[in-house]
């Protein structure tokens, strides 16, 4: 114990008498290990905010969406439509999927009605869907304000709508919404609630989803059935266009999550008999997307970490060089050292405890640097809009989460003390091969 404690005493002395060359050396270690723990916070960071915003959809559900196929006619040169297209979920798929699927949790239908959003002066683009009250629970939406639909308001077919957090701030911007009316087309409806922000606008679930849950007005479907009718007329520009879909969406929540990629393939299976080109289909399965999106973030990780190991490896290349320095530099001590009954497992042990010494203090600095801008590019980053100059290039919304991982911090240090003992083996066993005589003799 004496041994070990003389030689850690030698080894802070003679960092300290080249106090400058050791905070030099130790530079390498130091960014290396906060480059690691700060590349592994911003990429955890980003998965995590990506996996959310998938995890939001349900990662039950499987969501099934009509979609205008290919060949239907378009619009051109300013010419209405020469038909009416039709397309898409039928309510007899929604029945085949219900008698299909009696373990299901759920199977909640969505269907698009109406063209135009209005009241007093105020018109913008209808996004509402007739839907029953488990949408709320399936598609994990909150409410902000009042309530959700009910089941009260299918039986009555009630002109009652909750509205997105969008739509209430361009349809009511200087009142409260909730009990107010506006109308849909020509049929007025009242609020009986504001969903929260969903947090899908712009990101990886707004794609997902195909639109901005926010901008979503969501009406009893048996209104949207009995009142609205199954033909949307969209009017542009002079022209118009005429839809009929039936059924818009239908999400379908699987009892576990281990039985969504076969009840998805069934899905499939089922729709191909009706659609057999399933050209006027879409399926999204949230689930898929999860398990895919870990992989990629896994593979991420370990790629970014390699990257920033770089530094740790030009960090233990710098130790080793100073301290193949430091045994020229040394020579006449080492041989002196040798004269006085120092053995060459003295010698070898005094500059490996310099080595990790210097890693190990470079390793914890550089830990606490990495934890500090790791803590501070999730803070900055939101804030970069409001400064003067800068501001102008960076949005608003511009955000880069981040997320400390443990692992990274304890693998960066051990990384880090470890190059200190590797990097240091060979100029430490270099001094110690050497001559006493001939190290006597050095100037």
């Not at 100059?389 to 991982?405: F, K, N, Q, R």
Request: charged content about 20%.
């Amino acid at each position: 114990m004496t041994f070990l404690i003389e030689t850690i005493r030698l080894g802070l002395a003679n960092l300290r008498l080249q106090l400058l060359r050791s905070i030099l050396t130790a530079l390498g270690i130091i960014f290396g290990v906060s480059a690691v723990i700060t590349m592994v916070a911003i990429g955890e960071g980003s998965t995590a905010e990506a996996l959310a915003q998938i995890e939001r959809l349900g990662a039950r559900n499987i969501i099934i969406r009509s979609q205008q196929p290919p060949e239907s006619p378009q619009q051109q040169g300013g010419q209405q439509r020469s038909r009416m297209l039709q397309y898409g979920l039928t309510r007899e798929d929604l029945r085949l999927i219900q008698e299909n699927f009696p373990d299901a949790t759920a199977a909640v239908p969505l269907k698009e009605v109406g063209s135009q959003l209005l009241r007093g002066s105020i018109a913008q683009t209808s996004q509402t869907f007739g839907t029953t009250p488990d949408l709320s629970r399936v598609a994990r939406l909150t409410i902000k304000r009042g309530r959700y639909l009910n089941e009260s308001d299918l039986a009555s077919e009630s002109l009652v709508a909750v509205i997105g957090t969008e739509v209430a701030k361009d349809m009511f911007p200087l009142e409260d919404p909730l009990g107010q009316t506006f109308r849909i087309d020509e049929f007025v409806f009242q609020v009986v609630g504001v969903l929260a922000p969903v947090g899908l606008s712009g990101g990886a679930g707004a794609a997902l989803v195909g639109r901005d849950l926010n901008k979503d007005v969501h009406i009893p479907i048996t209104t949207a059935k009995a009142v609205m009718g199954d033909t949307v007329v969209r009017r542009s520009s002079g022209s118009f266009s005429m839809t009929q879909v039936e059924v818009h969406e239908i999400y379908l929540e699987a009892p576990t999550r281990e039985r969504v990629v076969p009840d998805a393939q069934r899905v499939r299976r089922l729709l191909s008999i009706r659609h057999p080109k399933m050209e006027d289909l879409s399926m999204v399965v949230p689930y898929e997307l999860l398990e895919s999106a870990r992989k990629r973030a896994m593979t991420g990780q370990w790629i970014s970490g390699a990257i920033a190991g770089i530094s740790l490896l030009v960090g233990g290349i710098g130790i080793m060089n100073i301290m193949l320095a430091n045994v020229t530099e040394r020579t006449r001590e080492i041989g002196i050292r040798r004269a006085l009954g120092a053995t060459r497992k003295h010698i070898i042990a005094q500059f490996l405890v310099e080595t990790s010494v210097l890693s190990a203090i470079g390793g914890m600095i550089g830990v606490a640097l990495g934890v500090g801008l790791s803590l501070s590019i999730g803070w900055l980053v939101p804030k970069l809009h409001e400064l003067p100059v800068i501001g102008e290039s960076v949005p608003a919304d511009a955000s880069l989460p981040t997320v400390l991982s443990l692992w990274s911090i304890v693998v960066a240090f051990l990384v880090a003390a470890a190059t200190g003992l590797i990097f240091g083996l060979y100029p430490a066993r270099k001094a110690a091969m050497q001559d006493p005589i001939v190290a006597l003799r050095h100037d």
